[in-house]
């Protein structure tokens, strides 16, 4: 009955989305809805796109074996980011009418570092969009009874996203975004009043998670755990800025109040709802001491879901696994959506010129096909990685290849091409060198290639110059030798 009820939301979901798809007209209709969608949609598909299989499985196992220390990374760094790109990024970059964030490399700094670029910004989305697709696969086998398999259930999974985002892009995901977030933030509260209850009130689940430690958030003042600690806060807090799913919410905006309140106002809320599936994972700790402990051993993301299924009513049961699925769903839409739109507009057309805005946005909707078939491929190749580090790993390669080029070309008139291909060059190198060897056990790879990326621009777009006044100086004093 419940596999039921969950494969009727999917199709009301399909339904909705593909309603929506109507609306789609040429590529700016797939791409940013038309620049059309108002502050209260900004906020909602923002906040959807953000609460994602991480949040509601990944997070409460991160936090229920690290505490507030160990999820730095996601929710307060993934949080911070929208805010942060809603204070300092999207009013210059909604000024400039573009299609992707990689047609702003391309304005600023040239074709060569659009096309990089957009190679980073697609291979990040593959970790992402593999960890919600993981979790769909976790959903339909948990519904089944074991039944179904996790990797066809990644398959069904992957079959229900794509059916509405292939025809609808953009318009699609924004309808029904606004719709799952609904679901989700209502389901989610109802759940968390329902656990409070059975462990015997809010206040006993505050306690016991006191008395763990788990609300120790800064590190022991020792090098070691700074840097890490630090280097965890940026991997999403920086390198989630230079992605095509937040540039798409903002370039969806009607104007520019939506495209910088939107971003602000969704980060804040994703931080502070953030801590209900954290609620939910201590609470099982006291209504099910030794099957909690017991997963937290295997595998803590089964922790909630696991919860649910065995303590609650068949009406709390419906109520969750609809939450989870607008979670993984308006998370999945729009990460296949952003690397697909990427790949067309900007590596493409650099080998097929655009012929007509028709033909591309055909070639848009058979990226979306393709793309979705390689990440659940890619997901069930990864069966068993932790969804927590999957999401961690696609945000460091755009932290340390993309974040740099786009801070520096928005607010250093100095920045050059040159730089920004050696601040690419030396941030990924930099990352993969401590990544693969035992200096990554000393010094965290995505802080090291985040400061060789910064020392790259410096160089490069510094070095040049100070070339050239160095050889005129030494111009200018031989024209006075031959004077005198």
């Given at each position: 009955?419940?596999?039921?009820?969950?494969?009727?939301?999917?199709?009301?979901?399909?339904?909705?989305?593909?309603?929506a798809?109507?609306?789609?007209?040429?590529?700016?209709?797939?791409?940013?809805?038309?620049?059309?969608?108002?502050?209260?949609?900004?906020?909602?598909?923002?906040?959807?796109?953000?609460?994602?299989?991480?949040?509601?499985?990944?997070?409460?196992?991160?936090?229920?074996?690290?505490?507030?220390?160990?999820?730095?990374?996601?929710?307060?760094?993934?949080?911070?980011?929208?805010?942060?790109?809603?204070?300092?990024?999207?009013?210059?970059l909604?000024?400039?009418?573009?299609?992707?964030?990689?047609?702003?490399?391309?304005?600023?700094?040239?074709?060569a570092?659009?096309?990089?670029?957009?190679?980073?910004?697609i291979?990040?989305?593959?970790?992402?969009?593999?960890?919600?697709v993981?979790a769909?696969?976790?959903?339909?086998?948990?519904?089944?009874?074991?039944?179904?398999?996790?990797?066809?259930?990644?398959v069904?999974?992957?079959?229900?996203?794509?059916?509405?985002?292939?025809?609808?892009?953009m318009?699609s995901?924004?309808?029904?975004?606004?719709?799952?977030?609904?679901i989700?933030?209502?389901?989610?509260?109802?759940i968390?009043?329902?656990?409070?209850n059975?462990?015997?009130?809010?206040?006993?689940?505050?306690?016991?998670?006191?008395?763990?430690?788990?609300?120790?958030?800064?590190?022991?003042?020792?090098?070691?755990?700074?840097?890490f600690?630090?280097?965890?806060?940026?991997?999403?807090?920086?390198?989630?800025?230079?992605?095509?799913?937040?540039?798409?919410?903002?370039?969806?905006?009607?104007?520019?109040?939506?495209?910088?309140?939107?971003?602000?106002?969704?980060g804040?809320?994703?931080?502070?709802?953030a801590?209900?599936p954290?609620?939910?994972?201590?609470?099982?700790?006291?209504?099910?001491?030794?099957?909690?402990?017991?997963?937290?051993?295997?595998?803590?993301?089964?922790?909630?879901?696991?919860?649910?299924?065995?303590?609650?009513?068949?009406?709390?049961?419906?109520i969750?696994?609809g939450?989870?699925?607008?979670?993984?769903?308006s998370?999945?839409?729009?990460?296949l959506?952003?690397?697909?739109?990427?790949?067309?507009?900007?590596?493409?057309?650099?080998?097929?010129?655009?012929?007509?805005?028709?033909?591309?946005?055909?070639?848009?909707?058979?990226?979306?096909?393709?793309?979705?078939?390689?990440?659940?491929?890619?997901?069930?190749?990864?069966?068993?990685?932790?969804?927590?580090?999957?999401?961690?790993?696609?945000?460091?390669?755009?932290?340390?290849?993309?974040?740099?080029?786009?801070?520096?070309?928005?607010?250093?008139?100095?920045?050059?091409t040159?730089?920004?291909?050696?601040?690419?060059?030396?941030?990924?190198?930099?990352?993969?060198?401590?990544?693969?060897t035992?200096?990554?056990?000393?010094?965290?790879?995505?802080?090291?290639?985040?400061?060789?990326?910064?020392?790259?621009?410096?160089i490069?777009?510094?070095?040049?110059?100070?070339?050239?006044?160095?050889?005129?100086?030494?111009?200018?004093?031989?024209?006075?030798?031959?004077?005198?």
């Open positions: 009955m419940l596999l039921t009820l969950v494969i009727v939301y999917l199709l009301v979901t399909i339904a909705i989305g593909l309603w798809a109507k609306r789609v007209k040429n590529t700016a209709d797939f791409a940013i809805a038309g620049r059309n969608l108002p502050l209260v949609m900004i906020i909602t598909t923002t906040f959807a796109t953000w609460f994602g299989s991480e949040t509601v499985l990944g997070i409460p196992a991160k936090f229920v074996q690290s505490g507030l220390n160990g999820v730095v990374e996601d929710p307060f760094g993934a949080g911070t980011c929208l805010i942060l790109v809603g204070i300092f990024f999207a009013a210059k909604y000024r400039m009418t573009l299609l992707t964030i990689s047609d702003y490399y391309r304005e600023r700094y040239g074709r570092v659009e096309v990089i670029c957009s190679f980073i910004i291979l990040s989305y593959l970790g992402w969009v593999s960890a919600q993981t769909l696969g976790l959903v339909f086998n948990l519904l089944s009874g074991g039944a179904i398999s996790i990797p066809v259930g990644m069904i999974g992957t079959a229900s996203i794509l059916a509405y985002t292939l025809f609808g892009g318009w995901v924004a309808v029904t975004d606004f719709m799952q977030m609904i989700l933030v209502v389901g989610l509260t109802l968390a009043v329902f656990a409070a059975l462990a015997g009130g809010a206040d006993k689940v505050v306690s016991l998670a006191t008395s763990k430690d788990l609300f120790r958030f800064f590190p022991e003042p020792k090098f070691y755990d700074i840097v600690f630090i280097a965890a806060a940026i991997t999403m807090m920086l390198g989630s800025i230079p992605q095509q799913d937040v540039f798409q919410r903002v370039m969806s905006a009607k104007d520019e109040y939506a495209a910088t309140r939107g971003p602000v106002i969704g804040i809320s994703y931080i502070l709802f801590f209900v954290m609620f939910l994972v201590t609470s099982a700790l006291i209504i099910m001491p030794e099957r909690a402990t017991q997963l937290i051993a295997e595998d803590p993301q089964k922790v909630i879901p696991t919860l649910v299924m065995e303590r609650m009513p068949f009406i709390m049961q419906v969750f696994f939450a989870l699925l607008s979670a993984l769903k998370t999945a839409s729009a990460t959506l952003a690397p697909s739109v990427t790949f067309v507009e900007n590596i493409w057309r650099q080998v097929f010129p655009r012929i007509s805005d028709k033909q591309e946005l055909r070639t848009m909707r058979a990226a979306v096909l393709i793309f979705s078939v390689c990440v659940c491929t890619y997901a069930i190749a990864l069966q068993g990685t932790p969804i927590y580090e999957m999401v961690s790993a696609a945000y460091q390669v755009t932290l340390v290849g993309a974040f740099v080029p786009l801070v520096f070309g928005l607010y250093w008139k100095r920045a050059s040159q730089g920004a291909i050696f601040a690419i060059v030396l941030g990924m190198l930099s990352w993969l060198i401590f990544l693969n035992p200096a990554g056990e000393v010094f965290p790879a995505q802080l090291a290639g985040f400061l060789a990326a910064i020392a790259g621009m410096l490069g777009s510094l070095g040049p110059q100070a070339i050239r006044n160095v050889q005129a100086s030494h111009h200018k004093l031989a024209g006075i030798e031959q004077k005198a």
